[in-house]
């Protein structure tokens, strides 16, 4: 693939994640959603980031090991470090958010739910991960990259997201509109590294 075409993708790709940010933040202007709602919107999106990430270590062809190990041993690039990795991150990630949900459903239980908008909210963002992650196997089939960093990087964005979010909902609903924008620009720095970095990788 020709470098042209990877740019149109990587800018599709941010695109759609400022889309997608966008119509949520209106969606809850709009609607007025109080601040639960807002919170398990964001899990959502953090769960989905979590299940297309399983699904990208998974379909790694070829892999770089490099500064990683399993049981403080340097882990090879074979199937079996990539299946032990794949579902370690699952099995990790996904008992943080359980962790999480028990915090947002007992800190937010005087608060109701609409589970409308959390399936418009939830299906706003599948959509755009959905996109990025058949962009992202592009990448990985033409490079080669550190199975490490790719366990992390899921970490390193969802966990100053909700901090963020989190802020803003204790400040009030007017400040946490202020903490959504804050979010989606976080979300757009993030998104611009980690395909920065994917480039150079592909480029050499």
Do not use: C
């Not at 964001?42 to 090991?65: E, P």
């Not at 399936?119 to 490079?143: A, K, P």
Request: hydrophobic share 55%; no cysteine; charged share 10%.
């Amino acid at each position: 693939m020709s470098n042209h075409v990877k740019i149109i993708l990587m800018n599709l790709s941010l695109i759609s994640l400022l889309l997608s940010n966008f119509l949520v933040i209106i969606l809850a202007i709009v609607q007025k959603w109080d601040t639960s709602t807002v919170l398990l919107v964001y899990w959502i999106q953090s769960i989905i980031i979590g299940f297309f990430q399983f699904l990208r270590i998974l379909s790694l062809k070829k892999f770089s090991t490099e500064n990683f190990k399993i049981n403080n041993q340097p882990a090879l690039p074979t199937t079996k470090t990539k299946l032990f990795t794949a579902f370690f991150f699952m099995f990790h990630y996904g008992f943080f958010h359980f962790i999480y949900a028990i915090f947002l459903f007992n800190f937010f239980t005087n608060q109701s739910v609409d589970f409308t908008y959390l399936f418009l909210g939830g299906l706003i963002f599948f959509m755009n991960h959905t996109f990025s992650y058949f962009h992202n196997r592009i990448v990985d089939q033409e490079g080669t990259q550190n199975i490490g960093h790719l366990m992390f990087a899921p970490y390193a964005r969802i966990i100053p997201m909700h901090l963020i979010i989190i802020f803003g909902a204790l400040l009030g609903q007017s400040a946490l509109v202020m903490f959504l924008l804050l979010k989606t620009l976080a979300d757009l720095l993030l998104h611009h590294l980690k395909h920065k970095t994917n480039y150079s990788l592909n480029l050499k």
